[in-house]
């Protein structure tokens, strides 16, 4: 892990804009998973602006979908679709052959799952994934306790993911499980960048970073990967032992 601290979250959302325009200029061809939640949309509105003044290009890249919420689709509202459509592929105006999300709406998830990973496997694999992290150590919705070597599955999510989960709801939405990208997806991409801002994540920033490999602790997974890049501002960062 390659642990950068800056000043705050407006300079995390810049370095890691920069990051992903320099990467995209070396591979315009480039395979992503980002991240919905409230973390990198900063850097989303930053990549946006890079884009419209003509310097990148994200036409020729193909966007994975990370996680959602079982039942939720990208025309409801608080979805991770929504919030990746509002924030990036429209304003990018991204063609709709280049975005893969699976349907967390259909009444077989399993195939759903069984379809990103063909999709992942075909395209040989994902090249950038931006990740942010939940209080409670989870990537995507690799819950505590997940088993580190599944390939995108539907999982029970942790109590602690509905309750903080309300955040991205208008009104008291029902959240019982998420679909996600596993764990090993995560490991097998080419590189990797995770943000965190804020005092809420330091506890689960030091226990990911300084802490055992455990899968009580999905995000301490990320020790394993050998071009994982980690961007906190100094509250996120204040546990850990630099
Ligand atoms: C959410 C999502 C993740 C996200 C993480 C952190 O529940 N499942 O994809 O990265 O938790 O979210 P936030 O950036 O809003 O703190």
Redesign the pocket.
Known sequence: MIINVYKDYNEISQKTSEFIVEYVKQKPEAIICF??????LRTYSLLVDYANRGEIDFSSCSFIG??EWVGLDRHDDGS?QETMYNTLFSPLNIKESNIFFFDAKSVNLEDECRKIDEIISSKGGIDLML????VNG?L??NEPGVQFDLSTHVIELDET?KV??Q?YFKVETELTK?ITLGIKQVLNSDTVILMANGDKKADAVKAMVEGEVTNQMPASALQKHDNCYVMLDKEAAAQLEL
């Open positions: 991240a919905g939640g409230t973390t990198p990370l996680d991770c990740l942010g992290i939940g989870h995507g919705f993911t903080v989960g955040k998420g």
